[in-house]
């Protein structure tokens, strides 16, 4: 568990709002995610599940995507938060996909991902390099 500040906490918020508009019928696992740009803007997204399986969005994907539609290719996200569903045991950091793809768009490799207790109070933080520290793919990052 880690302590948060106010900023972080409404990412969580805004985070778990948008999980609740998931359409998951397959895995009946929702997710929310909210990220913060360097320019400040907030971008929420959730997973967006389909009877092909490669055709589902995550959530992380989701908010990413939406963040370069509004803003350009140049976003960058400076910290992004996820929520899962309450029922789940732990905490879960975004999946090795995600991870991939918040490495592309990314500020520094040090910024904050912050993933939620299922309770909802308590959160869990790790830089995108400790989650992502070997690239295995060429990036402009
Ligand atoms: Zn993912």
């Known amino acids: 568990m880690n302590e948060i500040n106010n900023e972080w906490a409404f990412l969580i918020k805004k985070a778990r709002e948008v999980q609740k508009n998931a359409y998951a019928p397959y895995s009946n696992y929702n997710v929310g995610a909210c990220l ?14 389909h009877s092909l399986y490669t055709l589902t969005t995550h959530a992380e994907v989701n908010a990413i995507d939406t963040m370069i539609a509004s803003e350009g290719a140049n976003a960058r996200i400076e910290v992004l938060a996820i929520t899962i569903p309450k029922k789940s045991e732990k905490p879960n950091f975004p999946c090795g996909l995600c991870r991939a793809k918040i490495s592309e768009h990314m500020k520094n490799p040090e910024i904050p991902i912050l993933t939620s207790f299922p309770s909802g109070d308590l959160v869990r933080i790790a830089s995108l390099e400790e989650l992502y520290p070997h690239k295995s793919f060429k990036s402009l990052n």
């Open 36 to 49: 913060k740009s360097t320019s400040g803007k907030i971008y929420s997204g959730c997973n967006v599940e």
